[in-house]
């Protein structure tokens, strides 16, 4: 076991893909000598040279594009956006081509991509660079889309991802990046669609992904303390949904709250509460209770962001209230 | 400089010229006649551009095409049979039915789709180009595009990208002076497209799209600078529809006269005259090739009306590999 | 009451715009003498003038931005985006410029802007000009986002998108264009955020917009053939959502279909539905379902295309199956 | 051409620029500091091209900004208090702490706002104009944008139009030699960004950036063409940013001794030797207005220090008009 941050973990894991597959490529901004915006391809450049390790121009359109173009001509590219927020650039490559090539080609067409997204708040860097958009992706058919919240997920899904016939969203929470965990030097081979089990419990089941599913964990202890024994699953995949894991979860606690740091409104937790009621309705013993964003831009001022954002103590909270015990 | 086409290679390019106007034009009746649904847009009187540049091309190259592709497809080979079908939304279409006129490929063919989205495939093509860069391969690629398409902010990405890599591509634009009803006067600054290239530092040429031999040769010198690592080429291509943008297109934003007068240049008319002058085609031979090419449309129909319709079962399947 | 279509009731309601505010005007592709994809804007371009009905390149991204940009600089600008699918291409001043200005920049910004979307299957133009993306907009807080399906609220709502100091998507379906109803001559003032009682009924309410409220409407007739009283409302507003109209109607009825054209996968149907769920399910005599587009990109094949969407029929037997009467 | 600058604007030019760099420097201190969290991008050794640029314009006229907007704002005549309010997320920033370093703007100065999306303010700078034109206001908007931004597609699109319909509209390029860490000899094809002016027939010029009086000079000539109606322009400022992109950049990129030659080219510096050469400033002079300059920087320091935090409670209000 060695500890590592999600930065380094993603870092290494790029590095084994592109050591094993020389089709493996690198597209992005600044990737290269600065080493990525947040320092997730450091040393790469170097390893792989600039032919493997692509650095662009600020052209986000013209980079999706081209790398939905090289994965038809046989490459496996990774294309890293800086910010989401930048995505709403490349959408039309996305889902206008990538997504579509599969359905309407068949099979003399794969697209094999992965865009790294970095998402999510709690650095104040503002409205403009603290979205997500994962709810876009999941309603475009062709397109999955993954977010870690283990360090030990960073690598995983991002092997599954990368040897994935399909174009992937992954999604990377900055706050992830600087985040150390202790991860097993032999990392299990994962498959796109497996939620993650991250701590047992028989009377709530919280459902969360990326860095909310940290906080969860932390309510999660919290609310041990306090004679609660929550479910914590980290979602982790969140098209294909592993229903199997949170049905049979829900269905045992009977009480489900699901987390997303996005704003509520058409967000995933919509699409998987409404999933959740679908299968196991007849199981509630509460309603269904979606803790999310409230629907605003991010803030950048630190406190406002802060209050914006759910975390652990909101997540005990709505817990809690689930459980009928009001604080 | 490109040496001249051979007699069989003259002769070749106009039974595919005629193949294509044959087709464009029953398809055109199919429209009319409700026989075919949704939409197409067809490329009657720019023959000789997809089919002079699909000449200059090897069979390893790839080339992508437009919302206009069914010429492209065309040229490069592909079956009308399937082209048809797919037109029809029937199961041996080449996208069995999925697509429609606006997006179908065939990949062993290196034809990589037509693309709905206007300047859609300037990136895929760059990106193909970039690939071929990575896997040491002698692959050339070749975009269609129009002169609307040269707008799209992705033209300037990628024109940058490919000129700063020095990928092997080449932007064909086929300029046929409107973007729907939209003159080439009123959307392009400046007025030409091919200008743009030296603001890239890149190869430009122009030319008359309707010129078989033109476009072959430019093309053709394109694609021996993009192999030999001498980067991409922009070749823009002077032609013209003559039929409307889409079904039911009144046409109004166009004189008549402007049509008429692009007829006396039409492409398929002056390689005939060319074939005639070389002695490559006998006089009466024309009657005998526009025979041949109409059976075989015919025949692209017979097969498309007798083929099935997808399974209703295989509707959800596949949208993932 | 005169009869009119769709394509000329929105004709006449820009008409009516451009001719009571200055600062209205119109852009987008072919709009001008061709009079628009649709022929929405036919005979403008003569009354108006180049000035105020701008014909652009295709050049979506840039367009929508110098929309955002006239907006701001005091104008009303109306874009016409000739088929959804052509927005991928203009999300960022949508969703980050647009959607933020208010919010960040406070009173001294305002964004009054409409972007008319067509959208929509039905016509066999494949699966690139045949898509909607509803879900996307009531994701991004600051959007608002409406789609008619009477005829007369192709102009009530209009004018109201017009008049509102927000961006707001305005999703109009290909094939309301052509249909015909009648009118009356003064047309209510509406404002966003209001739904429209299709018809009364207690045993079920169904609940769907654009082309979808009339399939719904057709499907009704049926059910009352069948001694099944539904209650259809057009949601027609997705941002802000008419929830009391809603909630009012599901509590009595006891039974809710909601019906999306679009792919079910994060869809507005998972939001209206969870939202239902959270306000009315103590009064719940069935399980809230959903009635979607399967998660397929929308095939060009005339009979694989309707089979992919929902229609009277489909919304008439699942209805049938909610009111537990298996056919 | 344009005439000199006065002696008392060319004073206020160089208190400007004095008042940009210090505030600059306080954020830097500010940021280790741990006073200021998220992000900013700071602009010193850029501050000829924002004072000259903004110096040109009219009180009527507006103008856009980027990522690196400080200066910018503060040489239209931004509040410094309610500036650096903002960067530290306090209540009276210019977005009461919502948008922080790279969204804040104040329309009545017709300072239209910083924007955190690389060249997402070509397009709204060219809606302002269009704006302007449909209204028959004299105003021009200017709009500035890095290298870097030049590669976006928006920017291709945005040229195209403002030159088809002859927009008042100036698009000034800050070409400070990276975007982040890429330099303009990998990123931009044919090494110049001012070149690309010719592709759309559009005016184009390229300045020392570094050098106020010719910033000047370059924006007053366009502004004219553009209030005249002969349209928009494209301006190449040359100029260099000492400082790393963002906070906490090690500038690995780039070769320390390439810092030092530009420092040699200061702009303030350079202003002051030709302050000092006309005689329109004292040698003893300049101490009193750094002094004086520190001052008021350090006012907003205690400004925004004793700046209330934005109130809980507004945190859902004001999403919609
Ligand atoms: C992104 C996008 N915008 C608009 C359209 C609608 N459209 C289809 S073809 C076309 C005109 C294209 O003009 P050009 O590139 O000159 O090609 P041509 O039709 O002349 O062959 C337009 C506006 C589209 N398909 N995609
Ligand atoms: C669309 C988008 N892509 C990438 C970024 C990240 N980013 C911020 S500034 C910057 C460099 C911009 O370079 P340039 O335009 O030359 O301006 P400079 O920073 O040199 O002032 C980058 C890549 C962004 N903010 N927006
Ligand atoms: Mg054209
Ligand atoms: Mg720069």
Known sequence: ?327 | MTKQLSASKLRSAYQRMLLIREFELRVERLFLAGKITGTAHLCIGQEATAVGAAMALRKSDALTSTHRGHGHFLARGGNPDRIMAELYGKRSGYSGGRGGSQFMADYRLGYLGANGITGGSLSLATGVALAARLQNSSRVTLCFFGDGASNQGSFHECLNMAALWQLPVIFLCENNGYAMSMPVARSIAGGSIVNRAQAYGMAGEETDGNDLEMVYRAVTDARRRAAKGDGPSLIECHTYRYCGHSRGDPCVYRAPAETVSWRKRDPIQRMRRILLTRGVMAPGEHRLLMQETRRRVQQSVAYAEADAWPKAASLTEGVFA
Chains 1, 3 share one sequence.
């Not at chain 1, 009621?277 to 199981?283: A, P, Q």
Request: glycine fraction near 8%; proline fraction near 7%; include cysteine.
């Open chain 1, 1 to 327: 076991m060695k500890t590592i941050t999600g930065a380094a973990m993603l870092r290494d894991a790029l590095a084994a893909e592109l050591q094993a597959d020389s089709a493996v490529m690198l597209m992005g901004e600044d990737i290269g000598v600065y080493g990525g915006a947040f320092g997730v391809t450091r040393g790469l450049l170097e390893r792989f040279g600039p032919r493997r390790i692509i650095e662009t121009p600020i052209s986000e359109n013209g980079v999706v594009g081209m790398a939905v173009g090289a994965a038809i001509g046989g490459c496996r590219p990774i294309v890293e956006i800086m910010f989401a927020d930048f995505v709403t650039l490349a959408m039309d490559p996305l889902v206008n081509q990538a997504a579509k090539l599969r359905y309407v080609l068949g099979r003399q067409a794969s697209c094999p991509l992965v865009v790294r997204l970095v998402t999510g708040g709690g650095r104040c860097y503002g409205p403009t660079h603290s979205q997500g958009f994962a709810a876009w992706f999941i309603h475009i058919p062709g397109i999955k889309v993954v977010a870690p919240s283990s360090i030990a997920d960073h690598a995983c899904l991002l092997h599954a991802a990368v040897r994935d016939p399909n174009p992937v969203v992954f999604l990377e929470h900055k706050r992830l990046y600087a985040r150390r965990e202790p991860v097993p030097s032999d990392l299990p081979d994962i498959a796109l669609g497996t939620a993650r089990t991250v701590c047992r419990g028989d009377d709530i089941t919280i459902l969360a992904w990326s860095w909310m599913a940290v906080e969860a964990a932390m309510a999660a202890e919290r609310l041990a303390a306090r004679d609660i024994a929550a479910e914590v699953i980290d979602v982790r995949s969140l098209q294909p949904l592993d229903m199997a894991t949170i049905t049979e979860s829900v269905q045992r606690t009977g009480r489900a709250l699901i987390v997303d740091e996005a704003p509520g409104n058409g967000g995933v937790a919509a699409e998987i509460g409404c999933r959740v009621f679908e299968t196991s309705h007849e199981y509630l013993e509460a309603p269904i209770r979606r803790l999310t964003a409230p629907d605003i831009p991010v803030p950048a001022s630190p406190p406002m962001e802060q209050l914006a954002l759910p975390d652990a103590t909101a997540i005990e909270q709505a817990a809690f209230a689930l459980m009928g015990t009001l604080q």
